[in-house]
């Protein structure tokens, strides 16, 4: 099932650059299908949202309780960049099960997804141990070529 979210829109009546637009269009594409996956509609799903972007959802609440939908499009770069992270992080943290979902998501059958995720598995815990910069994160399932 295909997501209900609307990638454009006939106008554009987003207070967001259009960088920032399609960012966070990809962003909820992104949890939208970690949230509908392979999970039952009763199941968990953990994301660890590191601080700031916590910040910026309580900084985009209170504007938008204010009425303030210009401060909540200035803290919305904020909130992009923890959701982002989050997803990151779950994809390292977890690398198994965010490839295996990631493949299933993409449409492989359960035996294509399982050799996916080991291999996926197998290349992050190596990355782990090899000198790098460490300003360069471990590409997501999503990002990583065979």
Do not use: C
Not at 39 to 60: F, R, W
Not at 98 to 106: E, K
């Amino acid at each position: 099932m295909p997501n209900p979210a609307p990638t454009t829109t006939g106008t554009d009546s987003s207070l967001l650059t259009p960088i920032q637009r399609q960012r966070a269009l990809t962003l909820s594409d992104a949890l939208w299908r970690l949230r509908t996956g392979q999970h039952d509609a009763g199941d968990d799903i953990t994301l660890t949202i590191p601080a700031p972007a916590i910040e910026g959802i309580e900084k985009i609440l209170f504007a938008l309780a204010e009425g303030d939908l210009r401060f909540a499009s200035v803290r919305a770069g904020q909130l992009m960049d923890g959701v982002s992270a989050a997803l990151r992080d779950r994809a390292v943290g977890e690398p198994w099960r965010a490839a295996f979902d990631h493949a299933r998501q993409d449409g492989h059958n359960e035996a294509e997804a399982r050799e996916f995720a080991d291999e996926y598995a197998a290349y992050v815990e190596d990355r782990q141990y090899e000198l790098r910069d460490p300003d360069l994160p471990i590409p997501s399932p999503s990002e990583y070529t065979r």
